[in-house]
């Protein structure tokens, strides 16, 4: 079975940071999968357990992440063998945003 990676983008969360407060993160996630499409589900599930029941769960004050799928490619075995598959790296809500 192939490996893929998958970049997301997350919205939604509120996790109190050193001097704000972070509303999205971006991260990606290694997985083996039969397609792209169901390498996009297993990230998918990943990120749902991680926020609402493990890890993550508890840090935020904000909703679920809503998950966007930036990019997903084949990655050679090799390339994921020393892979971290866990980490974010989280953003700020910007001033102005979501203003009309």
Known sequence: MPYFRVRVEGRGISVQME???AVGF???RAVRARSEEDAVEKVRSMFAEAWTTGQYAEWNRGVAP???IDDVWPSPWFQNIFFVNDG???FPDEPGEGEA
């Open 19 to 21: 001097n704000s407060i």
């Open 88 to 90: 974010h790296s989280f």
């Open 26 to 28: 971006f991260a990606t």
């Open 66 to 68: 809503t998950l966007l």
